[in-house]
C-alpha cells in the first residue's frame, strides 16, 4: 500500500446506525450506485460477513469482484482486500468510523487499485477519488434521509 486516495464525510446520524449501515456488506446496493450486486460468501465465527462477491459499476472501473474484510480493528475501522477480480489486480480499503457527538458521525474512506492495464497515475487517482466521494455521498444521503 503506497497511495491511498482518501476523503472525509460528517454524517447527521449517530455512530452505531452508520456503523449497521457499514457492516451490512450485502446490503450495499440499496445505498450505493456503484454496488449493482453483493453476496456474502463466507461469515467469521461471530456471524459477520468476511468474503463478498460484488458486481462494481464506478466509471472507470467496471468489475465483479471478490473482497476479503478485515475486521480486527472493529468497529472504529473496516478494511477491506482484493481477493480476485476479471479485471483489477488490486484493491485495498478502509472505512474509519468516529462518533463527533451522539448523533453526528464521521467516515473516512481510504482507497487505492490497480487495474491490469496501464492508466496513468494521475487518472487511477482522480477514479479513486470519484468512486470514494460517490460512495461517502451516498451513504450520507442513505443514513440522512
Known amino acids: 500500500m503506497s497511495q491511498f486516495s482518501t476523503s472525509t464525510i460528517t454524517i447527521d446520524a449517530p455512530l452505531a446506525e452508520v456503523q449497521k449501515a457499514l457492516f451490512a456488506l450485502d446490503k450495499y446496493p440499496e445505498w450505493s450506485n456503484q454496488i449493482k450486486s453483493a453476496e456474502a460468501i463466507s461469515h467469521d465465527d461471530q456471524g459477520r460477513i468476511i468474503t463478498v462477491k460484488m458486481t ?4 472507470m472501473m467496471k468489475d465483479r469482484l471478490t473482497l476479503d474484510y478485515d475486521w480486527s480493528e472493529a468497529p472504529n475501522k473496516l478494511s477491506f482486500s482484493l481477493d480476485e477480480a476479471d479485471l483489477l ?57
Open 56 to 59: 462494481i459499476d464506478a466509471g
Open 89 to 145: 489486480t488490486g484493491m485495498d480499503g478502509i472505512y474509519s468510523i468516529k462518533s463527533i457527538d451522539e448523533d453526528t458521525t464521521e467516515v473516512t474512506y481510504e482507497l487505492e487499485v490497480s487495474l491490469s492495464m496501464p492508466i496513468p497515475a494521475m487518472m487511477r487517482q482522480k477514479a479513486e477519488k470519484s468512486t470514494i466521494d460517490a460512495a461517502l455521498s451516498q451513504l450520507k444521503i442513505h443514513l440522512e434521509g
